[in-house]
């Protein structure tokens, strides 16, 4: 589990770039970005409007089809948030009239404020179901489907400034994860992310593609692949008939196949 839930945060986080008011201010997990203080006071290490990016629990209940037996692959229902805020300081200043403002034609109110992250929400749910968007479409293809969403804004003051936020609360069906040593269709939405990763130029992204990729690795067969993708123990797989003969670490293959108008071997060379 959770190379899924990786994948999908981080397409999430790219499929965002460039598309919404806060231009490349898209934050990957960065909780920081929108805090409190142990005074109630909202707190950021942020100097302009921002959007964060980061996932939380999931939970996988054992009514659902995709729980069978022990497996640890599935995701279930996952949450993601999508947090955006702006504070008085990272507003402008028009130089002819010395007025602070939000966008051009907007003073810094507390009503601007609100119409530019209620606008930065749309702009966000615009860009997930993007069809032109590959990064979107990924993320879209890593879900089963989206369960819930549920948006809430908070307001306050940090220290003085003024400062408003909003957040988009998404819970996905998310699909289970491949096991270690399945061979990705080209298809497969993770092998898909992993392809749109390569084009990017970011060390980071390289390093995290590198190590989800390691994690996949291996060759065992296909019985080996069976008892991880369901949480099988080698007893059931046996009683399945999964397992087989010992000494046979290799899956049975046929080899050669006897045309069907063949004629039939005789043991002791005669005619049949």
Not at 38 to 51: D, L, R, S
Not at 106 to 122: C, G, I, K, N, Y
Not at 146 to 156: H, I, K, M, V
Not at 239 to 248: H, I, K, M
């Amino acid at each position: 589990m959770s190379l899924h839930r990786i994948a999908a945060r981080i397409s999430a986080v790219q499929a965002l770039l460039g598309r919404t008011s806060v231009g490349d201010n898209v934050l990957d997990s960065q909780i920081s970005a929108l805090d409190v203080d142990a005074e109630g006071n909202f707190v950021t290490n942020q100097k302009k409007p921002f959007i964060s990016v980061y996932s939380e629990g999931s939970t996988v209940k054992d009514s659902q089809p995709q729980q069978a037996l022990r497996s640890l692959l599935p995701n279930g229902s996952t949450v993601f948030f999508f947090e955006t805020g702006i504070a008085a300081t990272m507003t402008e200043v028009d130089p002819e009239t010395d007025e602070s403002f939000v966008v051009p034609g907007m003073p810094s109110t507390d009503a601007s404020f609100e119409f530019a992250l209620d606008m930065t929400m749309r702009q966000i749910g615009d860009a997930l179901v993007d069809p032109e968007n590959e990064w979107a479409e990924i993320f879209r293809k890593l879900c089963v489907s989206f369960l819930d969403t549920e948006r809430s804004r908070a307001s306050g003051d940090n220290k003085g400034t003024r400062m408003a936020a909003h957040q988009l609360k998404l819970t996905v069906d998310l699909k289970p994860d491949p096991p270690s040593g399945d061979t990705l269709n080209p298809k497969h939405p993770l092998a898909m992310f992993f392809a749109k990763a390569a084009e990017l130029d970011d060390p980071v992204v390289e390093a995290q593609v590198a190590l989800m990729q390691a994690q996949l690795a291996g060759t065992p067969f296909s019985w080996e692949l069976d008892i991880a993708r369901y949480g099988m123990t080698r007893t059931e797989a046996d009683n399945l008939l999964l397992v087989p003969p010992a000494g046979a670490e290799d899956d049975i293959e046929i080899s050669e196949v006897i045309p069907s108008d063949a004629t039939p071997a005789v043991a002791d060379g005669g005619t049949p």
